[in-house]
């Protein structure tokens, strides 16, 4: 059986996993450490469920793991970036600085 190389343009890729709903502001929010599945949805305010599914993409392509701790009556599910997931930090923080001066230009602009 043959594999076909795929080619994709580096750039592409990673706009393909930053470019979803939720996942840039998840990243930035687990840059600090890792964080529980109740403390990611507090902080970000969307569902449940999305929040699950952004997670476990980011799982899937490994950018971030989960680490569960096995309580008496539960688990509590850790999330915290893998080295992959790390490299992508100086990125966020580009896209921060450019929001943030993106933003003051829309503010001269409309104001």
């Not at 793991?65 to 850790?78: M, P």
């Amino acid at each position: 059986m043959e594999t076909k190389k795929i080619d994709h343009c580096p750039v592409e890729l990673t706009a393909l996993i930053l470019g979803k709903k939720w996942i840039p502001t998840i990243l930035f929010k687990l840059k600090d450490g890792e964080m529980r599945l109740g403390e990611l949805q507090r902080v970000l305010g969307c569902s449940k469920k999305i929040l699950i599914e952004q997670l476990n993409l980011l799982i899937l392509h490994k950018i971030v793991e989960n680490r569960k701790v096995y309580k008496e009556n539960s688990v509590e599910s850790y999330y915290y970036l893998t080295e992959c997931g790390s490299e992508l930090l100086p990125i966020l923080v580009d896209m921060k600085a450019f929001g943030c001066k993106f933003e003051e230009n829309i503010s001269m602009i409309a104001g």
